[in-house]
């Protein structure tokens, strides 16, 4: 079974950046589109970027897009998601998991593996 963790959470200021990172604790996830999602409190899980395995094809939902960017580095199985002009309506705990696909016009596939813990975001005004 794929392992992600996610890192690079913390608190940062209204307008300001960060990026988490998602790795990969087996080579394998090479292969796999990831997705990046977020969850605030009381609200649904929310499909943020995810990018494929095989061409490095990517999607941002209109939520984001502008402001987020996702990317991976095979080499070191890891994708980032790079985050700027940060709002505090971004505050949540963002998780990646791997999907079944991810193309640009389509988006996300569904998601498949275990949910690992998050790393939290906190946007201070």
């Known amino acids: 079974q794929v392992r992600l963790v996610e890192s690079g959470g913390g608190e940062v200021q209204a307008g300001g950046s960060v990026t988490l990172s998602c790795a990969a604790a087996e080579l394998s996830t090479i292969r796999y589109a990831v997705g990046w999602f977020r969850q605030a409190p009381g609200k649904e899980r929310e499909e943020l970027s995810c990018?494929?395995?095989?061409?490095?094809?990517?999607y941002t939902a209109d939520s984001v897009k502008g402001r987020f960017t996702i990317s991976r580095d095979n080499a070191k199985n890891t994708v980032y998601l790079q985050m700027n002009s940060l709002k505090p309506e971004d505050a949540a705990v963002y998780y990646c998991a791997t999907v079944s696909r991810c193309t640009e016009v389509a988006g996300f596939g569904y998601q498949f593996g275990s949910w690992g813990q998050g790393t939290r975001v906190t946007v201070s005004s």
């Open positions: 990018i494929s395995g095989p061409d490095g094809s990517t």
